[in-house]
Every structure is written in C-alpha cells, then in structure tokens.
C-alpha cells in the first residue's frame, strides 16, 4: 500500500533525538557475515526496510537470518549458494556487496544487477576490474554480474576514483586472498571502517582504515563475531539541517561530529551555533540562514547524500547559494520538485544555483530516492501550509521512525495511505 507524508510548515524543531545505525554500514556488514561459516551478530541495526529486504538476499543463499527489534542474527552454513536472483537483489543497490563476499567463499558469485535509487547510472566497473585484479574472471550475463575465482591472490588495486562500494567488495574478497593486497585510492567513508574493524574482529587483518590505503594481508579462515553498527551520519546530518531550516534548535546524540565535520561547518557558516560532543551534537539557530556554498565530495568532503539538505536549506537561505554535484550525475532530479514548491533555482550541468526566499509554498510533490524524500519533507517543513510528500516508501528505506521523530521534535507531520 502507497503511502504519503502530510507536513505542515511553520513548526520551530527542538528537542532531542538519537541515531540508530547507518544504513549505508548494516547492509555491508549484513554481507560480510558470508564470510564465516556461524552466527553472526550484529546491533544497533536501525529499523529500516532494507533490511528485511537484506535478510531476503542472505536467505536466498542459504543463511538464516532473524531481526529483533535493533538486533539481527545471521546464521551462515558451511555450503552457501553463490547464486543471489534478481528477486531479491533488484530492489536495493546495497545487494551488489554479497559479491565479494560470495567470491572469496564459494570461488563463484552470480549476482543479479541491482535497482536502487534513481541517481545516476552507477556502473560496476571498479567492483569488477578490482576483483579480476585478484584473479577473479568477471563478465555480465543475463542481467547478473558473474564473478569465478579458483583462488584469488592478493594484489596492487589502485581505484580511478574511491568507489564506496567497489572498496567494499575488494576489500571482503581480498581478506581471504592468498597473500597480500595494497588497495590505494581507497573510500574513507566511516561505513568502510566500521566494515574493517568488524573483518579485523572476525579474524582478518586490515590495516589503514580511514584512510586512503588499506593494506590487506590474506587469512584462512574467519570467525563469526559480534559488532555494533557505527551511527548514521547521513540521519545525524539530516537532523543537524532540520535544525537550521527552522531556525530550531536540536540535540542530536549517537554519531561522532567528526564523520560530519564539514557539514557541521557548512551551519557554522551559515550562521548556526553548533556544539559538540563526544558521541553528538546540538545545532541552534535563531535567524534566517546565510546561504553558503556546497560542492560534494566523497568522505571528508560534503556528503552527495546530504545534497537535498544542503538545497533545502539554500531555498530559505538569505543570498545565492551554488551547489555542485560531483558524486552523481541525475542526483538534480530533485530540483525540479524544489521548484514546484517555489524555490528558485536553476540547474546548469552539474551546478545549481539557488536564490533563497522567505518560505517555499506548499504543493504535492514526490520522492525519488530516500535522500530526496528526506529534503522534501524538510522544505514542507518551511512552506507555507501543509506540503504532500508522496512515494515515501523511498523514505522509509533510510530513515528509521522518522514521522515520529519529527512530531516528537515539534513538527506536525502524518502519514497517510494514498
Ligand atoms: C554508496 C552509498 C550512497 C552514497 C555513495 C557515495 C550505499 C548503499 N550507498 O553508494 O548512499 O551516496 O556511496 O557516498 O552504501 N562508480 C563507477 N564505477 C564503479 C563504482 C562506482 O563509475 O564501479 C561511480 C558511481 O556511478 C558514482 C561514483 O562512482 O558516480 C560513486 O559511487 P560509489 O562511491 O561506488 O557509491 P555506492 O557505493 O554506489
């Protein structure tokens, strides 16, 4: 059943809220369970619907998966199937990190090629030529990406760009190469070391994590483990601008501030009061914003999955503000239900330039991918009357309880069947 969001602007957000785990760490993590024939642990999973939509893909191969509230269990078999169908895998791009995983385990991985968001056309590419540096064959076939391996033997791996999800598969492939492997231009993202300092606790032996060369030296045999999920930046971020576009004023606890350092400077800038502490932070604002300008980057710089925020809070801001996509081509998409809600602003190739006003006005508008739903229902946080937000199944994707943590905050904001 359809569902839509009701949000009616005007309400100042105060008040205190907490992250659960990253959506962008659980899925990996989830996969690299693979890896050790046991049970595997993890908490602080947040309650998101990719995760039932993971325990469907680890099911499919063999495993048997149990969510509890925060914690899921996964109990990997000794034989696992290499095989991950179109069924299970099409509906979210994270499926594609079982392919490393299932590669070093099974010497085979035919994994169908995912859906996921519509961002941007997000090849293979790195994840493939990665793992044949290992000495894995890999080709597309039947609409599934096919990996084989006899052994994979440890390598030099320098990625063209640093591919979150192709360091991923590369780094749960080569944890059990034969061997040592040397990946430069690695992702820094925090979700890559909450991966490495759970293989580490498995038994692997990673080092370099957080930064930009990981060194990786083969082992046998890993063991299942117990871990926690590190926080959600990109839920913690997205409160941090809730905060600002209605000159609210929030504390937001379990996440580090340094995984949202410029981010949290960006507010700074824009005329915020930012506190920090050590596992949050509190972000105040008591005026209109000053607009500021956004380019993102991977991990230290501005998250491409705060984008829609970093719209949301320009269309108010007081001033021209220019943001710049460098991440995802169609991630712009948005801006067009920006502009049906008043914004002015103008996309050219992969820049946006944006002239604040006072308050956007409300209207029906529709959520392409969880970030964008998230930026819309921030913008109907400063429209004028009550903003429709519709597809928020792209919502719940990502943001665990998010309409009753937005009430909680002080928002009105109800969810209703279309
Ligand atoms: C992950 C996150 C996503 C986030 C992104 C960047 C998950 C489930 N998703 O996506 O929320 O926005 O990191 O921080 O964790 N690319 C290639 N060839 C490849 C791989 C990637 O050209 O083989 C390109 C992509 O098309 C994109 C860019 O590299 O333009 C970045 O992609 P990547 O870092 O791999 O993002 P994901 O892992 O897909």
């Given at each position: 059943?359809?569902?839509?969001?009701?949000?009616?602007?005007?309400?100042?957000?105060?008040?205190?809220?907490?992250?659960?785990?990253?959506?962008?760490?659980?899925?990996?993590?989830?996969?690299?369970?693979?890896?050790?024939?046991?049970?595997?642990?993890?908490?602080?999973?947040?309650?998101?619907?990719?995760?039932?939509?993971?325990?469907?893909?680890?099911?499919?191969?063999?495993?048997?998966?149990?969510?509890?509230?925060?914690?899921?269990?996964?109990?990997?078999?000794?034989?696992?199937?290499?095989?991950?169908?179109?069924?299970?895998?099409?509906?979210?791009?994270?499926?594609?990190?079982?392919?490393?995983?299932?590669?070093?385990?099974?010497?085979?991985?035919?994994?169908?090629?995912?859906?996921?968001?519509?961002?941007?056309?997000?090849?293979?590419?790195?994840?493939?030529?990665?793992?044949?540096?290992?000495?894995?064959?890999?080709?597309?076939?039947?609409?599934?990406?096919?990996?084989?391996?006899?052994?994979?033997?440890?390598?030099?791996?320098?990625?063209?760009?640093?591919?979150?999800?192709?360091?991923?598969?590369?780094l749960?492939?080569a944890v059990?190469?034969?061997?040592?492997t040397?990946?430069?231009?690695?992702?820094?993202?925090?979700?890559?070391?909450?991966?490495?300092?759970?293989?580490?606790?498995?038994?692997?032996?990673i080092?370099?994590?957080?930064?930009?060369?990981l060194v990786i030296e083969g082992?046998?045999?890993?063991?299942?483990?117990?871990?926690?999920?590190?926080?959600?930046?990109?839920?913690?971020?997205?409160?941090?601008?809730?905060?600002?576009?209605?000159?609210?004023?929030?504390?937001?606890?379990?996440?580090?501030?340094?995984?949202?350092?410029?981010?949290?400077?960006?507010?700074?800038?824009?005329?915020?009061?930012?506190?920090?502490?050590?596992?949050?932070?509190?972000?105040?604002?008591?005026?209109?914003?000053?607009?500021?300008?956004?380019?993102?980057?991977?991990?230290?710089?501005?998250?491409?999955?705060?984008?829609?925020?970093?719209?949301?809070?320009?269309?108010?801001?007081?001033?021209?503000?220019?943001?710049?996509?460098?991440?995802?081509?169609?991630?712009?998409?948005?801006?067009?239900?920006?502009?049906?809600?008043?914004?002015?602003?103008?996309?050219?190739?992969?820049?946006?330039?944006?002239?604040?006003?006072?308050?956007?006005?409300?209207?029906?508008?529709?959520?392409?991918?969880?970030?964008?739903?998230?930026?819309?229902?921030?913008?109907?946080?400063?429209?004028?009357?009550?903003?429709?937000?519709?597809?928020?199944?792209?919502?719940?994707?990502?943001?665990?309880?998010?309409?009753?943590?937005?009430?909680?905050?002080?928002?009105?904001?109800?969810?209703?069947?279309?």
């Amino acid at each position: 059943m359809k569902e839509r969001f009701l949000v009616t602007g005007g309400a100042r957000l105060q008040g205190s809220v907490r992250v659960d785990g990253a959506k962008n760490s659980v899925l990996k993590l989830m996969a690299a369970a693979l890896l050790a024939e046991g049970t595997t642990t993890l908490n602080n999973c947040p309650e998101i619907l990719d995760v039932p939509l993971m325990k469907d893909v680890l099911e499919g191969l063999g495993c048997t998966v149990a969510i509890d509230g925060q914690t899921v269990t996964i109990d990997t078999p000794a034989e696992l199937s290499s095989h991950a169908d179109f069924d299970a895998v099409r509906q979210f791009r994270a499926s594609v990190c079982v392919l490393g995983p299932l590669t070093a385990r099974c010497g085979e991985a035919i994994v169908a090629l995912p859906g996921g968001d519509a961002i941007g056309s997000r090849p293979l590419d790195m994840h493939q030529s990665g793992l044949e540096k290992l000495g894995a064959t890999t080709h597309i076939e039947h609409g599934a990406v096919v990996a084989r391996a006899e052994k994979l033997v440890g390598a030099d791996i320098k990625l063209d760009f640093p591919s979150v999800g192709a360091t991923e598969n590369i780094l749960t492939a080569a944890v059990m190469a034969e061997g040592s492997t040397t990946l430069d231009n690695a992702a820094r993202e925090p979700e890559i070391i909450d991966l490495c300092n759970m293989l580490n606790s498995m038994g692997a032996k990673i080092s370099g994590a957080g930064t930009s060369t990981l060194v990786i030296e083969g082992v046998d045999h890993l063991e299942p483990t117990t871990h926690t999920v590190v926080g959600d930046r990109i839920v913690a971020g997205t409160w941090a601008y809730a905060a600002a576009v209605t000159q609210g004023d929030i504390v937001v606890g379990g996440i580090q501030p340094r995984y949202l350092h410029l981010a949290l400077e960006k507010l700074k800038s824009a005329g915020a009061e930012v506190e920090t502490y050590d596992l949050g932070f509190r972000v105040r604002m008591d005026h209109r914003p000053r607009a500021v300008d956004y380019q993102t980057l991977p991990f230290p710089g501005f998250p491409t999955d705060l984008q829609p925020m970093a719209i949301g809070i320009s269309a108010i801001a007081n001033g021209t503000s220019v943001i710049t996509e460098n991440v995802f081509e169609s991630r712009f998409r948005f801006v067009d239900e920006m502009l049906r809600l008043g914004a002015d602003a103008n996309v050219d190739g992969h820049h946006v330039v944006i002239h604040g006003k006072e308050q956007l006005s409300s209207t029906d508008v529709w959520a392409s991918d969880i970030r964008a739903g998230a930026g819309l229902v921030l913008a109907g946080l400063v429209s004028d009357g009550v903003t429709t937000v519709h597809d928020v199944h792209h919502i719940d994707r990502g943001y665990p309880h998010f309409v009753e943590k937005l009430n909680s905050l002080g928002a009105a904001v109800e969810r209703v069947q279309e």
